[in-house]
């Protein structure tokens, strides 16, 4: 048996508790396939990471990703987290920015002041969705086809497929069929939904709310890729000024927010971590 340094940490939120908590396991390159994913299946967290020795040379280190049921080829919370537990544990980063290897390749990671912000990668899958699709997603959602104002993919790795209704309200109102998210899970389609705030009666703090579907029609309480992808999309197509920031995890409890800023070519996904557990682990 052999004990590795291992962090809990809360991501897109200064108060712990209040974010999407994530595992993290460092110097995990001895760990095989079997013990990464039967470790991230016990901790039940929607990711747990295992930091390793990079492949590439220009990464200052690489990251493995897994849900308690997959591994994934990227997601935002846990870029975030691991690039901060990396430093916490005295990594220091070649050049300005952090780089991290992952399956989807290089992604880079840049300090702002206490917070963190990693490039939006490039999407896998964009474009608009089957009407068939977006039928059947309606019914996944519960909402009548007219409540969804736009839709496209913006998959960026896990799937995701973006949906933008009228309204923060509309948002927080949505009760899912957890069978037929279910259904479009297992055809690797994960549901992400977006809704303006109205300043006058939701406030200033933010300027989305957004929800994040997965399998089983569990709710993520904030998901980076998910706005990542939005951000690319909404941006992109001029719905979204060009700097905002999310809010996630309201209708579970949760108050994540993500900062998004465009800046040239890139879109920049930031957020706060918050440390919550220091210690060691045994395999």
């Avoid at 992604?107 to 977006?134: C, I, K, N, Q």
């Amino acid at each position: 048996m052999s004990e590795f340094s291992f962090y809990q940490v809360d991501v897109f939120t200064r108060l712990a508790t209040t974010g999407n908590p994530l595992a993290v396991v460092l110097g995990a390159d001895a760990l095989s396939d079997q013990q990464m994913a039967a470790f991230a299946n016990w901790t039940n967290l929607s990711e747990t990471a295992f930091l390793l020795k990079p492949e590439d040379d220009r990464a200052d280190y690489r990251v493995r990703i897994f849900t308690p049921f997959e591994e994934l080829p990227f997601a935002g919370h846990p870029t975030l987290g691991s690039a901060h537990v990396w430093l916490a544990a005295g990594g220091a980063a070649k050049g300005e920015e952090l780089v991290q290897e992952c399956a989807v390749g290089l992604v880079r990671v840049r300090r702002d002041g206490g917070r963190l912000s990693f490039a939006a990668p490039p999407l896998r899958r964009a474009g608009e969705v089957d009407p068939d699709v977006l039928a059947h997603i309606a019914r996944g959602l519960r909402l009548p086809p007219e409540a969804i104002v736009a839709a496209n993919w913006i998959d960026n790795g896990p799937g995701w497929l973006g949906i933008l209704l009228r309204s923060r309200a509309e948002v927080l109102a949505v009760d899912s069929d957890h069978a037929i998210l279910e259904e479009l899970a297992q055809k690797g389609i994960k549901i992400g939904i977006a809704g303006p705030w109205n300043p006058a009666t939701d406030g200033g703090e933010a300027h989305y709310e957004v929800r994040a579907f997965l399998a089983g029609g569990r709710e993520d309480p904030v998901t980076g890729s998910l706005n990542a992808g939005l951000a690319q999309w909404l941006i992109g197509a001029g719905i979204a000024p060009a700097s905002y920031i999310a809010a996630q995890g309201t209708a579970i409890g949760r108050h994540g927010r993500v900062h998004v800023v465009k800046d040239g070519a890139d879109i920049w996904i930031g957020g706060d971590v918050a440390p919550c557990i220091k210690g060691t682990v045994t395999f």
